[in-house]
C-alpha cells in the first residue's frame, strides 16, 4: 500500500467538503482517485492533515503522476497540489 498525506489549512473545515488523491498516468488518464479522511497532527494551533491509501501496483514508480485536489461541500474546486514523492527505506546512490 502507498500512503499519501496533504497538509490541511488551519481552520479552513467548513470550506472544505473533501480531499482527494488523483493518481494519473503520464498521459494523464486517471487511475484512481481516493478520499483523504482527514486526522488530527496537533491539537493546539489545529494542525491536521488529510492521508489516503491505494495500491502500490497501481502505479508503479517513475510511470505516474500524483495530484492533490481540494474540492467545496458543493464538489467545485477549490486548489490543487502536486506532492513531493518521498519513498521510504531505500538507500541512496547506486
Not at 494523464?28 to 491536521?48: A, H
Amino acid at each position: 500500500m502507498v500512503r499519501g498525506l496533504m497538509v490541511v489549512p488551519p481552520n479552513q473545515a467548513g470550506e472544505v467538503g473533501q480531499y482527494v488523491f488523483r493518481i494519473l498516468d503520464l498521459g494523464g488518464k486517471t487511475l484512481g482517485d481516493f478520499p483523504g479522511r482527514v486526522e488530527t497532527i496537533s491539537s493546539e494551533g489545529n494542525f491536521q492533515r488529510a492521508v489516503a491509501h491505494w495500491p502500490s501496483d497501481l502505479a508503479v514508480p517513475g510511470a505516474h503522476h500524483l495530484l492533490g485536489i481540494v474540492l467545496d461541500k458543493n464538489g467545485g474546486e477549490l486548489a490543487r497540489t502536486a506532492p513531493r514523492m518521498v519513498s521510504v527505506s531505500n538507500s541512496q546512490g547506486y
